[in-house]
């Protein structure tokens, strides 16, 4: 126990919030066990005290003349152990509700006082949480002061005070006492022996000390351990109340939760879209493989020319179509974030293959100019001999030096800059670029020639696969052809879906990354008062379980 009292004063000692609490934290205490008297204003504790330690009648009127009797924790020693005398609980004054509180927590064991005229219910509930949450049932004892006052029925009270106790009834010993007659016993002159011995008899007084006696019997090393292990659970559980945060820190770690919880529900909706959409686009290229396979030709295992080009452009279209949709997502949720937090938030790179938004083309479905742009440049290229159509798209998708030169070649007049940079974004006017804006144009050129190319590049082994049959009498031949040719389709199309899901979470992450560094004056003190918050509750969590266990140890 002690050990996890050291560490628990190394974690309390990490934070300001918690470091005055160390000084309540139990240490090695080899001095006398303490029995704190628990109970309500003028039940009569300290006439208890005077009783069990004999006191003469001058000494009496001295512990007990005062109103309200006790106003702070007073000690007195009795038979090897302390008994101390802690403020009425009941007193209506606040400083003795936390005296009493005090004394309680550094007590070894409890002496609960009540009266015949049976707690009430502030008390009641009082006496339940010193034996419950505080741990003192089996380190207590009740004691019902006054028990001989008038026109008090012995039977009738301890019946109420045991089902009061509820639960504890079994477990913690009750004494009806009357220390008044005690000490009248003992000190008033006027008695005969007779009478002596009959009040003090009656008074209780010696059963109270047998159980005390009783109690303590284990000693310092059997009894203060447990005490120990329960105060240690108390001052972990006010450290706890200490980082229940108010004020300024409260907001900026609310305002942190906020914002986090804001770009959580855009990366959301982000991916939500590029989930959809790149599954999409594997469909399409599943169908459009089905569609090349099922107008194969029975009659030569050919594919038909007009089909070949559907399917190239639909290929094409699908990756134009996702692009559209996932910057469409993107910018809806940039949008959002402005709005609750202003144009601070930057908006997100420019999609590498980004065609012009939706808003631009209100009737006819949207189609990406520049990428008709870059067909008929290739179309052009390849009329004055720069070869084939697909190898100069693949030159443009993959040499940056050629798709710079389109880029300078679209920019030469207004209609061709609009083209490529229908939002001004890159260019500052026909043949000027602003900083990088050359860049990512060259990488929007590549990027559309790029589809063309790869729409081809799928293509290629089709065509391949289609050739004539040689076995043209065997259908089983054409079948096969076809079977190969949805497979292909069916394998690419599980590439293009997971490399867009790649791309697309790249590109989400790297904004977003820039949003929360933009935020970071919103963010940054309520995250690290909130990392710090669950870092020293974690700490404290694990240290309270280890003190249960040690608790639920000595209670087996």
Same mark, same amino acid.
């Given at each position: 126990?002690?050990e996890?009292?050291?560490?628990?004063e190394?974690?309390?000692n990490?934070?300001?919030?918690?470091?005055?609490?160390?000084?309540?934290?139990?240490?090695?205490?080899?001095g006398?066990?303490?029995?704190?008297?628990?109970?309500?204003?003028?039940?009569?504790?300290?006439?208890?005290?005077?009783?069990?330690?004999?006191?003469?009648?001058?000494?009496?009127e001295?512990?007990?003349?005062?109103?309200p009797?006790?106003?702070?924790?007073?000690?007195?020693?009795?038979?090897?152990?302390t008994?101390?005398?802690?403020?009425?609980?009941?007193?209506?004054?606040?400083?003795?509700?936390?005296?009493?509180?005090?004394?309680?927590?550094?007590?070894?064991?409890?002496?609960?006082?009540?009266?015949?005229?049976?707690p009430?219910?502030?008390?009641?509930?009082?006496?339940?949480?010193?034996l419950?949450?505080?741990?003192f049932?089996?380190?207590?004892?009740?004691?019902?002061?006054?028990?001989?006052?008038e +026109?008090?029925?012995?039977?009738?009270?301890?019946g109420?005070?045991?089902?009061?106790?509820g639960?504890?009834?079994?477990?913690?010993?009750?004494?009806?006492?009357?220390?008044?007659?005690?000490l009248?016993?003992?000190?008033?002159? @006027?008695?005969?022996d007779?009478?002596?011995?009959?009040?003090?008899?009656?008074?209780?007084?010696?059963?109270?000390?047998?159980?005390?006696?009783?109690?303590?019997?284990?000693?310092?090393?059997?009894?203060r351990?447990?005490?120990?292990?329960?105060?240690l659970?108390?001052?972990?559980?006010?450290?706890e109340?200490?980082?229940?945060?108010?004020?300024?820190?409260?907001?900026?770690?609310?305002?942190?939760e906020k914002v986090g919880?804001?770009?959580?529900?855009?990366?959301?909706?982000?991916?939500?879209?590029?989930?959809? @959409?790149?599954?999409?686009?594997?469909?399409?290229?599943?169908?459009?493989?089905?569609?090349?396979a099922?107008?194969?030709?029975?009659?030569?295992?050919? *594919?038909?020319?007009?089909?070949?080009?559907?399917?190239?452009?639909?290929?094409?279209?699908?990756?134009?179509?996702?692009?559209?949709?996932?910057?469409s997502a993107t910018?809806?949720?940039?949008?959002?974030l402005?709005?609750?937090?202003?144009?601070?938030?930057?908006?997100?790179? @420019?999609w590498? +293959?980004?065609? +012009?938004?939706? @808003?631009?083309?209100?009737v006819?479905?949207?189609?990406?100019?520049?990428?008709?742009?870059?067909?008929?440049?290739? *179309?052009?290229?390849?009329?004055?001999?720069?070869?084939?159509?697909? *190898?100069w798209l693949?030159?443009v998708?993959?040499?940056?030096?050629?798709?710079?030169?389109?880029?300078?070649?679209?920019?030469?007049?207004?209609?061709?800059?609009?083209?490529?940079?229908?939002?001004?974004?890159?260019?500052?006017?026909?043949k000027?670029?602003?900083?990088?804006?050359?860049v990512?144009?060259?990488?929007k050129?590549?990027?559309?020639?790029?589809?063309?190319?790869?729409?081809?590049?799928?293509?290629?082994?089709?065509?391949?696969?289609?050739?004539?049959?040689? *076995?043209?009498?065997?259908?089983?031949?054409?079948?096969?052809?076809?079977?190969?040719?949805?497979?292909?389709?069916?394998?690419?199309?599980?590439?293009?879906?997971?490399?867009?899901?790649?791309?697309g979470?790249?590109?989400?992450?790297?904004?977003?990354?820039?949003?929360?560094?933009?935020?970071s004056?919103?963010?940054?003190?309520?995250a690290?008062i909130?990392?710090?918050?669950?870092?020293?509750?974690?700490?404290?969590?694990?240290?309270?379980?280890?003190?249960?266990?040690l608790?639920e140890?000595?209670?087996?």
């Amino acid at each position: 126990m002690l050990e996890l009292s050291a560490q628990a004063e190394e974690v309390l000692n990490a934070h300001p919030r918690t470091r005055g609490l160390t000084a309540a934290l139990p240490r090695t205490d080899t001095g006398p066990l303490r029995i704190a008297l628990l109970g309500p204003y003028s039940a009569g504790k300290s006439t208890l005290i005077a009783a069990l330690l004999r006191l003469p009648a001058a000494e009496v009127e001295r512990i007990v003349d005062a109103a309200p009797k006790t106003r702070e924790a007073t000690p007195y020693e009795w038979n090897g152990v302390t008994l101390v005398d802690l403020p009425g609980t009941l007193s209506g004054d606040d400083s003795h509700v936390a005296a009493s509180r005090h004394g309680v927590r550094g007590a070894d064991a409890l002496m609960i006082v009540t009266t015949s005229e049976l707690p009430g219910e502030a008390e009641t509930q009082a006496v339940l949480a010193a034996l419950d949450a505080d741990g003192f049932a089996d380190r207590s004892v009740v004691v019902v002061n006054k028990m001989n006052a008038e +026109n008090s029925d012995r039977d009738v009270i301890l019946g109420e005070i045991r089902k009061r106790l509820g639960p504890f009834a079994d477990r913690v010993p009750i004494v009806p006492t009357d220390a008044r007659d005690f000490l009248d016993a003992a000190n008033d002159p @006027e008695l005969t022996d007779a009478e002596r011995e009959l009040l003090a008899s009656g008074s209780g007084i010696d059963a109270l000390a047998a159980e005390l006696r009783r109690i303590v019997a284990p000693g310092v090393r059997g009894v203060r351990p447990s005490a120990q292990a329960y105060e240690l659970l108390r001052v972990l559980a006010d450290a706890e109340g200490l980082w229940n945060l108010h004020g300024e820190d409260l907001d900026a770690v609310r305002t942190a939760e906020k914002v986090g919880a804001s770009l959580t529900r855009a990366a959301a909706d982000v991916r939500k879209a590029l989930e959809r @959409e790149s599954e999409t686009v594997a469909s399409r290229i599943r169908t459009a493989g089905h569609r090349a396979a099922d107008n194969i030709s029975k009659k030569n295992g050919t *594919e038909p020319t007009d089909t070949f080009t559907a399917v190239t452009e639909e290929l094409v279209e699908s990756h134009t179509d996702f692009d559209l949709a996932f910057s469409s997502a993107t910018r809806k949720a940039s949008d959002v974030l402005t709005a609750e937090y202003g144009e601070v938030v930057p908006e997100p790179e @420019e999609w590498v +293959n980004d065609v +012009n938004p939706p @808003e631009e083309y209100p009737v006819a479905p949207p189609k990406s100019p520049l990428e008709e742009t870059v067909r008929k440049a290739a *179309e052009k290229a390849a009329k004055h001999g720069a070869g084939r159509l697909a *190898e100069w798209l693949e030159k443009v998708a993959t040499d940056k030096e050629r798709a710079a030169a389109v880029v300078d070649w679209l920019n030469k007049s207004r209609v061709g800059q609009k083209l490529f940079d229908p939002n001004g974004k890159l260019t500052d006017g026909v043949k000027k670029f602003k900083p990088w804006g050359k860049v990512k144009a060259t990488e929007k050129v590549a990027g559309a020639a790029g589809k063309a190319q790869w729409a081809r590049a799928v293509m290629g082994p089709a065509v391949d696969m289609m050739g004539v049959v040689k *076995e043209q009498s065997e259908r089983t031949a054409v079948d096969k052809r076809r079977k190969e040719l949805r497979e292909h389709f069916a394998t690419v199309a599980l590439q293009q879906r997971d490399s867009l899901v790649a791309a697309g979470e790249l590109h989400l992450r790297e904004w977003l990354t820039e949003v929360e560094h933009a935020l970071s004056d919103l963010t940054h003190p309520g995250a690290r008062i909130g990392a710090a918050r669950e870092a020293a509750l974690k700490e404290i969590g694990s240290l309270r379980d280890e003190a249960k266990k040690l608790v639920e140890q000595a209670v087996g």
